[in-house]
């Protein structure tokens, strides 16, 4: 997997979660803003039991993650993740397409294979949603414990064809909503990059493939982070 850290300068911020990171590597490193980190793996991994909690630091149950993440830390020329004095920017728990696979939700539908009304709006798809990320949102909430911001990025308004499109919008949603209830700042871009349809614009679109943003997309995350003040 390729990885995305700079070495110029001090990185600016620490990016971890999957591959919807590495269009925010590429843009920073197109723009000459330095940063350390990059994807760890794919999305699938980074919902539950993906890491243990420690008192100043995290550990990742994948050894190839665990030895990512222990050389973005290097980079920083700090041992454990409550020392890195930069936010964090993630993607844990965000790809939202895995969370909306058609065959996780074929219990909750009707005979003529819609939801009920109110399902998708309702408590008990925020708790299954919640609870499928669980590790996810632990990661930011230990995060945040640490006092460090952390800023999570929605992913690209794609849905691939074994995914629900309107479950993939309602669960990202309410993943958004408990990080955001956690103190997790959300980047959501979806006024500039999605048309009519509420999907990502064409020329926002990794050709060639079902799920990612491409550069363009990245270098307007990369935009936002900037404002906020990174």
Same mark, same amino acid.
């Given at each position: 997997?390729?990885?995305?850290?700079?070495?110029?300068?001090?990185?600016?911020?620490?990016?971890?979660?999957?591959?919807?990171?590495?269009?925010?590597?590429?843009?920073?490193?197109?723009?000459?803003?330095?940063?350390?980190?990059?994807?760890?793996?794919?999305?699938?991994?980074?919902?539950?039991?993906?890491?243990?909690?420690?008192?100043?630091?995290?550990v990742?149950?994948?050894?190839?993650?665990?030895?990512?993440?222990?050389?973005?830390? &290097?980079?920083?020329?700090?041992?454990?993740?409550?020392?890195?004095?930069?936010?964090?920017?993630?993607t844990?728990?965000?790809?939202?397409?895995?969370?909306?696979?058609?065959?996780?939700?074929?219990?909750?539908r009707?005979?003529?294979?819609?939801?009920?009304?109110?399902?998708l709006?309702?408590?008990?798809?925020?708790?299954?949603?919640?609870?499928?990320?669980?590790? &996810?949102?632990?990661?930011?909430?230990?995060?945040?414990?640490?006092?460090?911001?952390?800023?999570?990025?929605?992913?690209?308004?794609?849905?691939?064809?074994?995914?629900?499109?309107?479950?993939?919008?309602?669960?990202?949603?309410?993943?958004?909503?408990?990080?955001?209830?956690?103190?997790?700042?959300i980047?959501?871009?979806?006024p500039?990059?999605?048309?009519?349809?509420?999907?990502?614009?064409?020329?926002?679109?990794?050709?060639?493939?079902?799920?990612?943003?491409?550069?363009?997309?990245?270098?307007?995350?990369?935009?936002?982070?900037l404002?906020?003040?990174?």
């Amino acid at each position: 997997m390729t990885q995305s850290s700079t070495t110029t300068a001090p990185g600016r911020f620490l990016l971890l979660g999957d591959s919807h990171t590495r269009v925010i590597g590429r843009a920073a490193s197109a723009a000459g803003i330095p940063f350390h980190g990059g994807p760890l793996g794919a999305g699938r991994e980074f919902t539950a039991a993906f890491f243990e909690p420690r008192a100043t630091d995290v550990v990742f149950t994948k050894p190839e993650a665990q030895e990512y993440y222990r050389g973005f830390l &290097a980079e920083f020329g700090v041992d454990t993740l409550a020392e890195v004095t930069v936010p964090i920017v993630a993607t844990f728990g965000f790809s939202a397409h895995f969370v909306a696979t058609r065959e996780n939700w074929l219990i909750h539908r009707r005979d003529d294979g819609s939801f009920p009304p109110g399902f998708l709006g309702g408590e008990l798809f925020g708790a299954i949603v919640c609870a499928m990320v669980r590790d &996810a949102l632990a990661f930011y909430r230990h995060a945040l414990g640490l006092g460090l911001r952390v800023l999570a990025v929605l992913p690209p308004q794609r849905v691939p064809g074994q995914s629900d499109p309107d479950v993939f919008l309602a669960a990202q949603d309410r993943v958004a909503d408990a990080a955001a209830a956690l103190g997790v700042e959300i980047v959501d871009l979806r006024p500039r990059l999605t048309d009519a349809s509420g999907f990502q614009r064409p020329e926002f679109c990794e050709p060639d493939d079902e799920i990612h943003g491409n550069l363009a997309s990245g270098r307007l995350i990369l935009r936002e982070l900037l404002e906020r003040g990174l």
